[in-house]
């Protein structure tokens, strides 16, 4: 079981639809759900087959509850609007990454198998937000491929371009990078942790970093000190780049200068105040920072 092998996983547009079909109808028996979302007389022989794979992966993983002999939303995703795709985004990507569904990401062996649920993408995430995002590669052949063999990460995140394909598109949509015409796909995290903001500050309004940080990679735990990313770090044998106690990785600076530029946040620099870096291109420290103070956004 995994999400990145779409052509047995379901797409994310076939989601999406079905999404959309609960809302304007209600729940659904399963039959009549697939035939308003994939009619006959438009599927591929007449049979609605990656409907049914996408309704069947996302019901494990509790996006859709069989209710009786009724499909529903799940109660969470049914109180946000239809047309509100940030809030579907925050969604999926907290569904993902919650706990139940990455039961197997520590272990050594196959993602296919029933209990892996989403830890093939969240091994994926986790490794490439590890990575130096200014030089990541825009391709899996002679690119991604060769960077996993030069880490020596055992387990690979990518085991074949089909599953590299798969991240390209989820990464965008979940929003821990976005898509650039020339370079591909960009790492950044920006919505991320943007949308992680509200429980991270909690109430308040400014935080030292050390306690920003810390909360943040317990809400996400996909950055920097998040349960996922250290255990996925620890699969590296050959890393390129082994990050000091006061460093920040460049993924993570890159949304922190990003959420600044969109004044969500204001970084704060006290030279009276415990201090970490934020790291560049090729891990060079451009900006030191002790203080993260709300300045706006959602």
Not at 208 to 217: G, I, K, N, S
């Amino acid at each position: 079981m995994s999400i990145l092998n779409r052509p047995s996983d379901g797409l994310l547009s076939v989601l999406i639809a079905l999404r959309r079909t609960l809302i304007a109808y209600g729940p659904q028996p399963e039959a009549r759900l697939l035939r308003l979302c994939a009619p006959e007389s438009v599927v591929p022989d007449g049979k609605p087959d990656m409907a049914k794979k996408t309704l069947t992966r996302w019901k494990q993983l509790g996006l859709f509850l069989e209710v009786g002999e009724q499909i529903q939303l799940h109660p969470d995703l049914a109180r946000i609007g239809a047309d509100d795709v940030s809030g579907l985004r925050a969604f999926i990507l907290r569904l993902i990454l919650a706990p139940e569904n990455n039961t197997t990401l520590t272990s050594e062996g196959s993602e296919d198998n029933e209990r892996s649920r989403a830890s093939d993408i969240t091994r994926a995430i986790s490794w490439a937000l590890a990575q130096d995002p200014y030089t990541f590669p825009a391709k899996y052949k002679d690119g991604v491929e060769s960077l996993q063999a030069k880490q020596k990460v055992e387990p690979r995140p990518f085991t074949n371009d089909t599953r590299w394909a798969g991240f390209a598109e989820w990464a965008g949509f979940l929003g821990v990078g976005w898509n650039a015409a020339k370079l591909g796909i960009v790492l950044d995290p920006f919505f991320a942790v943007r949308v992680a903001l509200h429980n991270v500050f909690s109430g308040t309004t400014e935080l030292p970093q050390e306690t920003f940080l810390t909360r943040l990679a317990e809400t996400l735990p996909i950055v920097d000190g998040g349960r996922y990313r250290t255990a996925v770090e620890k699969q590296i044998m050959q890393p390129w780049i082994q990050l000091r106690p006061n460093q920040i990785s460049p993924s993570l600076s890159a949304a922190l200068l990003s959420l600044e530029a969109k004044k969500d946040i204001r970084i704060d620099a006290r030279s009276d105040a415990p201090q970490r870096f934020l790291l560049g291109r090729g891990g060079g420290e451009i900006r030191p920072i002790s203080h993260v103070v709300r300045a706006g956004g959602s």
